[in-house]
Nanobody, 115 residues
């Protein structure tokens, strides 16, 4: 069973930075696409950033230029560095891995940006 363990959320002031981390554990071999999504109250989950095994990354327009997703070498462990945070970035952030045609999710971590 594959599980995703997230860390790094919290409260930060507007303009500040946070680094979210996510590690896949369990019986998993090889590298798989991973990403971070976020969910606002009453809204559907939306992509923030994603990275595939060959290193290609993709960002939502709303975070482009302010965020960087990276993967630890040869691991299903990713980090999302978010800078210049805004109150509108406040949401629950979820780690995702697309493993064997399944979408697996972490438990979610709250990010709150105060104005």
């Amino acid at each position: 069973q594959v599980q995703l363990v997230e860390s790094g959320g919290g409260l930060v002031q507007s303009g500040g930075s946070l680094r979210l981390s996510c590690a896949a554990s369990g019986r998993i071999s090889g590298l798989w696409p991973m990403g971070w999504y976020r969910q606002f109250p009453g809204k559907e989950r939306e992509l923030v950033a994603a990275i595939i095994p060959n290193g290609i990354v993709r960002y939502a327009d709303s975070v482009e230029g302010r965020s960087t997703i990276s993967r630890e070498k040869a691991k299903n462990t990713v980090h999302l560095q978010m800078n210049s945070l805004k109150p509108e970035d406040t949401a629950v952030y979820y780690c995702n891995i697309k493993y064997l045609q399944r979408n697996l999710w972490g438990q979610g971590t709250q990010v709150t940006v105060s104005s």
